[in-house]
């Protein structure tokens, strides 16, 4: 009996090495990047498991024919990152630029181009993309040490595809056209419920801390125009003491490391602080007075980071320290801290809107302590928290669940693609088979 990777294939099979069946099995080549250009170059970084992210690739630099370019991509080439942890082996099938500029893949990308006499195409995508494939290319493939691993070219010319005839091939290939389509649009509805969620949580939070379910009246401040008309509107300098804090020499180890918990960007996340990755000395806080303990219970402020950091909000369920990333908001009586929190949670957008506003990149201290929060009194405050809190907790729950779904159809299609490019399904008869949109 044939078999391939332990996998038992339809006795009218056959199995070849890949360098038998692609003319073309090679690496890319590097590119002269420029900001504008006659040729498209591809990384691994616009190669993404959904396809070509175009928005990723940038131009290289060439006058003359661009097919005599070694790494010159063909229709229906496949693309597969040869370099780096977490991508490498990740593959991506070519079918043309969207404005059919000439295109080149780069140096950490290898082109597979198979022989249309041998392979059909799209059978060998879905075969490289097969479950036991992408294990062989980890197990016996790579080369290097962690972090700079890389393809062995040799070694994957050795590996083997199962080779069906060529209309069997296609059939196979349809059929996992058709499958793993439905397959995505389902996982692109999961996804779009679970943001879906999200929006409406923020909505029921921005509703339950700006007007509640009484009469509204105007605020004069564009992102929260309207506020309940028998809540109060409290400037946050009357309602919180602020402050901030400070980065010690961070070529000190004495200074690191201690018994204090020190609060980064990083540590907020519209939730509960309740430990964080780093800590300072009693040293640090005795050489820099700016390092100051914030008690549990304050509010604590991303002024800037990475990505989506700048304006997320999370609450102090422990004594800590602050690095200047972050601005302390201490309760001082009229708005609950979870009020407060819920509230900033709500109106990020506007708030981080006000230092684009002002051609500033980061938030500051000052402008937070300039905000005005609506808030009815404190027993009121305490019923939307527990309100919120269960709402919360409900999203929470529902999200998980599509969550869980969207992680069962990805094991879904790979089972899929594994059971029909080694011959274990009969694609005539198994359209749909186990599938529920």
């Not at 996340?269 to 964080?276: M, Y």
Request: with cysteine; net charge neutral.
């Amino acid at each position: 009996m044939t078999e391939v990777f332990g996998l038992p294939l339809p006795a009218h099979w056959t199995v070849s090495p890949l360098k038998r069946a692609t003319p073309l099995l090679n690496r890319g080549s590097a590119p002269d990047y420029v900001e504008a250009g006659p040729v498209v170059a591809l990384s691994q970084a616009s190669n993404q498991d959904a396809g070509i992210d175009w928005s990723r690739t940038r131009f290289h630099s060439f006058c003359g024919d661009p097919s005599k370019l070694k790494g010159y991509l063909k229709s229906e080439d496949i693309i597969i990152n040869s370099t780096g942890t977490g991508t490498l082996g990740r593959v991506g099938y070519f079918r043309g630029s969207p404005n059919n500029t000439p295109c080149i893949a780069d140096s950490h990308i290898t082109i597979a181009r198979f022989s249309p006499d041998i392979v059909y195409p799209r059978f060998g995508y879905y075969w490289l993309r097969s479950e036991p494939f992408q294990r062989h290319i980890l197990s016996a493939l790579v080369v290097g040490a962690t972090n700079q691993i890389e393809l062995n070219s040799e070694r994957l010319a050795r590996a083997p595809i199962p080779l069906p005839p060529l209309e069997e091939q296609r059939r196979i290939a349809d059929f996992l056209d058709a499958e793993t389509d439905r397959v995505d649009g389902m996982q692109l509805r999961t996804r779009s419920q679970v943001i879906l969620l999200s929006e409406r949580l923020n909505e029921s939070i921005r509703l339950a801390t700006t007007t509640g379910n009484g009469p509204r009246r105007e605020t004069g401040i564009a992102w929260m125009p309207e506020m309940n008309e028998q809540w109060q509107l409290f400037k946050v300098s009357h309602a919180f003491r602020s402050g901030s804090g400070t980065t010690p020499t961070s070529d000190r180890p004495e200074y690191y490391g201690g018994p204090y918990p020190w609060v980064n960007s990083a540590d907020i996340n519209d939730g509960q602080i309740e430990e964080c990755d780093k800590s300072v000395t009693a040293a640090a806080l005795t050489d820099f007075p700016a390092l100051k303990i914030h008690p549990a219970g304050s509010l604590v402020v991303a002024l800037y980071g990475q990505g989506a950091t700048k304006g997320k909000v999370g609450i102090l369920r422990i004594d800590a320290c602050l690095n200047q990333a972050c601005c302390v908001l201490i309760p001082t009586g009229p708005i609950a801290e979870d009020y407060a929190a819920y509230w900033f949670r709500a109106h990020k957008q506007g708030i981080v809107g006000l230092a684009l506003g002002a051609g500033q990149p980061n938030l500051s201290q000052e402008l937070i302590r300039q905000l005005r929060i609506p808030a009815p009194d404190r027993p009121a405050q305490n019923k939307i928290v527990t309100a919120l809190r269960k709402l919360e907790d409900e999203v929470r729950n529902e999200s998980t669940l599509l969550r869980a779904r969207e992680r069962l159809l990805s094991e879904r299609r790979t089972a899929l693609i594994t059971a029909a490019v080694s011959g274990q399904v009969d694609v005539s008869t198994a359209s749909g088979r186990g599938i529920e949109d």
